[in-house]
């Protein structure tokens, strides 16, 4: 099983940027795909961005051009730039990572956007 290990998160005022870093303790290149999921308060939780390990990259429509995601193989660790940050954007973000026959979440880290 993957372990993923989220760091990154605290309190924005809007239209600031936070950078959310998610590390793996396996390679990275390894896994089929990785992405970051976010779960506000009474909400269903909604994929937010995600990574193949041939690097194609997919986003949810609400963060298409704010949010970037990324990987540095090297380090094992795949980050999510979130620029012009929106109240809206508040909620408990989630690494998860899809090996094909298993997937893996990590323990979620907090991101609150102040108006």
């Known amino acids: 099983q993957v372990q993923l290990v989220e760091s990154g998160g605290g309190l924005v005022q809007a239209g600031g940027s936070l950078r959310l870093s998610c590390a793996a303790s396996?390679?990275?290149?390894?896994?089929?795909?990785m992405g970051w999921y976010r779960q506000a308060p009474g909400k269903q939780r909604e994929l937010v961005a995600g990574?193949?390990?041939?690097?194609?990259?997919n986003y949810a429509d609400s963060v298409k051009g704010r949010f970037t995601i990324s990987r540095d193989s090297a380090k094992n660790t795949v980050y999510l730039q979130m620029n012009s940050l929106k109240p809206e954007d508040t909620a408990v973000y989630y690494c998860?990572?899809?090996?094909?026959?298993?997937?893996?979440w990590g323990q979620g880290t907090q991101v609150t956007v102040s108006s």
């Open positions: 998860h990572s899809d090996l094909g026959w298993r997937d893996s």
């Open positions: 990574i193949t390990s041939a690097g194609s990259v």
């Open positions: 396996v390679s990275i290149l390894s896994i089929k795909s």
